[in-house]
């Protein structure tokens, strides 16, 4: 049974109750929970004695124009699968009680946060290291769960965990795809059935340009502009950027070397924006781990 907590008095009051060698794990959402939120919370349960989910839309990292009001909050079915994945509890605070009246301090990562959707979604990722801090305060996970599809979120929890000096192990979920290679999220139900029909077509991107790179092509210029053309087959997908970066600190580089790379895209479909990625790990590095797992 999920215990649910819904204010930060009820949470306080569980997490000071838990037993000292308890490990606690933690998966942050906004709700609206599909298959790669529950592979995280299966993650979570391999990690740790308990687990922990907050289900908050957070005002903060939305900004003016964008989907804050028609965000989709299907409780009863978040409940439910929470419920089926065992999670101990469930943290489902209000915005009220999460930013009191003239709340005033934020959080502001300055180098990964910049670039990518950070130049494409302006304070966004202030709001989303902003609650992240708040949740890691009131939580106080010993481990915290995040998606690779949200690539440049994790960068940004990354870096302000070490800067910070926040107790708390960040580990990184892999995507989890429709059949179709579509990369799962909660916005992917307000694709139109023709949209829809074309969305695939952004892994389809990212995989072309990996095999580019497979086969030789290391110039990060070429192998973007080669992904902005297979995106081009479709004349529904507006691409808002399509870059070839540094997998860590998401600066520009001019050719992928030995750090490998990470392939990172957002296009617009309709009113949906989507983003998706890919590592490029050099093949020096992938048979080392090939290795390392025998
Ligand atoms: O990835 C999300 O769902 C959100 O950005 C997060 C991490 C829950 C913060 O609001």
């Not at 794990?25 to 979570?44: K, N, R």
């Not at 989907?67 to 065992?86: C, H, K, M, N, T």
């Not at 009246?101 to 966004?124: I, Y």
Request: aromatic content about 6%; some cysteine.
């Amino acid at each position: 049974m999920t215990l649910i907590l819904k204010d930060k008095a009820a949470l306080r009051a569980w997490r000071a109750a838990l037993p000292a060698g308890q490990k606690l794990a933690f998966v942050a959402t906004m709700g609206a929970l599909h298959a790669g939120h529950v592979s995280l919370m299966e993650q979570a349960r391999q990690a740790a004695d308990l687990v922990i989910v907050s289900i908050f839309v957070n005002p903060l990292q939305f900004g003016p124009n964008e989907d804050l009001s028609r965000y989709p909050r299907p409780l009863e079915a978040d409940l439910a699968r929470l419920e089926a994945a065992g999670v101990d509890a469930l943290f489902l605070p209000s915005v009220a009680d999460m930013y009191p009246e003239g709340a005033s301090t934020f959080v502001d990562e300055s180098m990964v946060s910049l670039p990518l959707c950070g130049a494409e979604r302006p304070g966004h990722f202030r709001g989303v290291a902003t609650v992240v801090l708040k949740l890691f305060n009131l939580v106080q996970p010993h481990v915290a769960l995040f998606g690779q599809k949200d690539a440049q979120q994790c960068a940004v929890i990354e870096r302000m965990v070490r800067d910070l000096d926040v107790p708390v192990e960040i580990r990184r979920g892999a995507i989890v795809r429709e059949a179709d290679g579509l990369a799962l999220s909660s916005r992917n139900i307000y694709l139109s059935p023709a949209d829809r029909a074309e969305a695939p077509l952004i892994y389809q991107s990212l995989r072309a340009v990996e095999a580019a790179y497979r086969a030789g092509e290391h110039d990060a210029e070429k192998l973007a502009a080669l992904g902005l053309a297979e995106l081009a087959k479709s004349e529904r997908i507006v691409p808002q950027y399509w870059e070839v970066r540094d997998p860590e600190s998401l600066g520009v580089i001019a050719k992928v070397g030995s750090r490998g790379a990470l392939l990172a895209v957002a296009a617009q479909l309709g009113t949906t924006r989507l983003i998706d990625n890919l590592l490029l790990v050099p093949a020096i590095a992938a048979s080392a781990d090939r290795l390392a797992d025998c």
